[in-house]
């Protein structure tokens, strides 16, 4: 279970009755911390991802910001990448993997013999 806290949330967020439809459709569990402004919501990781995409309103994009910042980054194998599309450029390959150049530049490398 993730516990991510959702500072002002009544302040920030523009329709609060449709961020609680979205999150107790998903499972997940957002209540306010004591008396304050602040709010915590909490999930799995699997509910957390599928409240993200969920999520389309541009007014929300901080709540997704907010769940991105507190789930792990999922682990990429590049050569996996590389072998599905062989054509990605390198920053295409940071973008997606999330490795730096350096990691990127190195599994071009291999995976086309240059090492």
């Given amino acids: ?15 609060k009755a449709q961020v609680l ?25 699997e509910q957390l991802r599928k409240l993200q995409s969920t999520l389309s309103d541009e007014h929300d994009l901080w709540i997704k910001g907010a769940i991105d ?14 072998v599905d599309t062989p054509n990605l450029t390198l920053k295409q390959l940071v973008s997606l993997s999330g490795c730096s150049m350096a990691e990127a530049r190195l599994a071009m490398d291999e995976f086309e013999g240059l090492s």
């Fill in 21 to 45: 439809d979205y999150v107790s459709r998903e499972s997940c569990s957002l209540k306010r911390v004591r008396r304050s402004r602040h709010w915590l919501l909490t999930g799995s990781e």
């Fill in 1 to 15: 279970m993730f516990s991510i806290p959702l500072n002002s949330f009544v302040h920030r967020v523009h329709d």
């Fill in 69 to 82: 910042k507190a789930l792990p980054i999922p682990i990429v194998c590049l050569e996996d990448l590389l």
